[in-house]
């Protein structure tokens, strides 16, 4: 069964390059990402790595936890993290699962038979700390996946879970915004004092709020 936007994140116990996580527990109160490689040693996702380990302040920044999840064993992520270290200059730095019998994989709906029996697909998963699913994307394995674009939805559903906002296209942090249809002229006043430029009743822009 498909997970869906709005569904809660199937809970999990596994082995990682950090020790047992214990998913729900371990994001407690936090935001997440959960992200799949369909396997250790492989190109694509040796860079993937490198790139969210170097990252790893910015999503510290907005109190985000990632974690990496492979089909391979325990014993062979450590042999990889070398590799990711030495090729893309970053160690490794957040867990990386060990999801051998393909539980988590499953229960996350990260393997597609027709494009590959066994191997998980390059899955994206933004969890809020409600344990919602806020997104999902999904590539094909041969596609590296834009982790600034993963940043720059964090930012727009942290802004927006705060804000009765909406981001437009190509929105990036700092940008006006959209007051959402669902908020009346009378109460966006009390919201945004400072006023907004309508171009249709239903399209109110807004400097992006601050606090």
């Known amino acids: 069964m498909s997970i869906l936007i709005g569904d809660t994140a199937p809970d999990f116990t596994a082995d990682s390059s950090e020790g047992p996580i214990h998913f729900h527990d371990y994001i407690e ?55 990711i270290e030495e090729t893309q200059g970053t160690a490794l730095n957040f867990p990386l699962l060990a999801d051998t019998d393909g539980s988590v994989a499953r229960k996350y709906d990260m393997i597609h038979p027709n494009a ?15 344990k919602k699913v806020k997104l999902k994307i999904e590539y094909p394995a041969s596609t590296g996946r834009n982790f ?28 006006d915004v959209i007051i959402v249809p669902a908020v009346s002229n009378d109460a966006a006043k009390a919201k945004f004092p400072e006023g907004w430029k309508e171009l249709k009743p239903y399209l109110r822009i807004v400097p992006q709020p601050r606090d």
């Not at 936090?30 to 910015?58: D, R």
């Not at 942290?158 to 906002?165: E, F, I, M």
């Open 116 to 130: 590959d029996n066994s191997l998980t697909v390059r899955s994206v998963f933004v969890i809020g700390p409600d």
């Open 29 to 83: 109160g936090s935001w997440a990402v959960l992200f799949s490689h369909p396997k250790n040693f492989t190109p694509v996702c040796t860079t993937e790595l490198g790139f969210t380990a170097k990252l790893k302040p910015e999503f510290d920044k907005r109190g985000v936890k990632v974690l990496g999840l492979s089909v391979d064993k325990l014993e062979d992520h450590a042999g990889w993290a070398k590799d």
């Open 148 to 175: 600034n674009e993963v940043l720059r939805v964090i930012d727009s559903l942290q802004l927006t879970a705060k804000h009765q906002v909406a981001t437009p296209v190509n929105w990036e942090n700092g940008d």
